[in-house]
């Protein structure tokens, strides 16, 4: 039987200060939303709480002015 040790991830704007969230910017924001449109929690991500209550806040403003769609569902196009 083995035994798996997980590291813990680390919030890559804790890490990287440079790294601005911000609604303008989705290329950046498609890295925390699925294919669906869903966003992606902080125990996949690895943001801490503080970064995905504005990642969530961005992912929304981006969604409102169309620069994200809020899903990618395409059934008969």
């Given amino acids: 039987m083995r ?4 590291r813990k991830k680390i919030c890559k704007f804790c890490e ?8 303008k910017n989705p290329s950046m924001l498609r890295r925390f939303v ?3 449109g869903k966003i ?3 125990r996949i991500t690895g943001t801490c709480a503080r970064h995905q209550r504005s990642l969530v806040t961005a ?10 769609p809020y899903t990618n569902d395409v059934k008969n196009a």
């Fill in 3 to 6: 035994m798996f040790t997980y």
């Fill in 16 to 23: 990287n200060k440079k790294m601005q969230i911000d609604y």
């Fill in 34 to 36: 699925t294919e669906q």
């Fill in 40 to 42: 992606l929690p902080r």
């Fill in 59 to 68: 992912i929304k403003r981006a969604r409102n002015i169309a620069l994200l």
